[in-house]
Every structure is written in C-alpha cells, then in structure tokens.
C-alpha cells in the first residue's frame, strides 16, 4: 500500500460557506454527505420542578424553626428531657414531636382571624417545637439503645 501525503488523505468533514447566490448543485459534492443533528433537550416536567420547590420550602421552614428553637434553649431542654427519659428517649422525643406537628397543623389551618401574608411566619413560629425535637432526636440518636 503507497503511503499518502497529509496533503493527499481526504477530509472527513467539510464546511460549506453559508452563501445563498451559489446554486445548489455546485454545492454538492459527490460522495456520502452525513448530517448529524444533536437530540432536542428533554422537556422540563413542572411536577419535577414543583416537587423541588416544595422540598427546599419544607428544608428552609423547618430549617428556621429547629435553628429558632434550638437558639431559644427549647432544644436544651429537649436533651434535658431524652437524658432524663433514658434508653426510651428517641421514642419517647418522636411522639412529643408528633403531637407537636398536629398541634402546629390545627394551629395554621385553624387561624381564620390572621391575614394571609402573616401565616407564612405563624406556619414557621408553630413548627418550632416540631423541629427543635426532630433536631434533638438527630443529635441525641447516637447515644439512643434500639
């Protein structure tokens, strides 16, 4: 086999200069002309979209309200209460924190009298017990004996 030149080896590509005046069989060269076109981006599903929105409200609600409770010495008092309680604790701390979730959800459903744009803080204030016990079951949960 004759060894060719750089000079001599065919391209694999070419790029035809985008210009209208040249009729369309000068533009074509003879031989296999392959176009490759990338896939269209997937379309955006809202559901997927919306479920990340109510993901990162529900982190940043209760985010702020453990954070609240835990500054205000609710989460102490919390651990006070999972040390005293003993191996039962985490249990014991999950139910409290299950009555406190009701109570929070009767609370924000519940309050007719209080206008619309101050509920979105009532909803945080309520869940401050909520989420102070859920951080301090995550704190204390090493220590727990299941």
Same mark, same amino acid.
């Given at each position: 086999?004759?060894?060719? @030149?750089?000079?001599?080896? *065919?391209?694999?590509?070419?790029?035809?200069?985008?210009?209208?005046?040249?009729?369309?069989? %000068?533009?074509?060269?003879?031989? &296999?002309?392959?176009? &490759?076109?990338?896939?269209?981006?997937?379309? %955006?599903?809202?559901?997927?979209? @919306?479920?990340?929105?109510?993901?990162?409200?529900?982190?940043?609600?209760?985010?702020? %309200? $453990?954070?609240?409770?835990?500054?205000? =010495?609710? =989460?102490?008092?919390?651990?006070?209460?999972?040390? @005293?309680?003993? @191996? =039962? $604790? *985490?249990?014991?701390?999950? &139910? #409290?924190? =299950? !009555? $406190?979730? +009701?109570?929070?959800?009767?609370? !924000?459903?519940?309050?007719?009298?209080?206008?619309?744009?101050?509920?979105?803080?009532?909803? !945080?204030? +309520?869940?401050?017990?909520?989420?102070?016990? #859920? #951080?301090? &079951? $995550?704190?204390?949960?090493?220590?727990?004996?299941?």
């Amino acid at each position: 086999m004759p060894k060719h @030149d750089q000079d001599d080896e *065919p391209d694999w590509f070419t790029v035809e200069p985008d210009d209208h005046d040249t009729p369309p069989a %000068a533009a074509q060269q003879p031989g &296999v002309h392959i176009t &490759v076109t990338p896939p269209p981006p997937p379309p %955006a599903d809202p559901a997927k979209a @919306d479920r990340r929105a109510r993901i990162r409200r529900w982190l940043a609600v209760h985010g702020a %309200a $453990a954070a609240a409770g835990w500054y205000s =010495g609710l =989460g102490q008092i919390a651990e006070d209460f999972m040390s @005293d309680v003993g @191996d =039962g $604790a *985490p249990m014991a701390a999950l &139910v #409290l924190a =299950g !009555v $406190a979730w +009701y109570a929070a959800e009767l609370a !924000v459903e519940n309050v007719r009298f209080m206008p619309s744009r101050l509920r979105p803080a009532a909803r !945080v204030i +309520y869940r401050i017990p909520f989420a102070t016990l #859920l #951080l301090a &079951v $995550a704190l204390h949960a090493p220590r727990a004996a299941f």
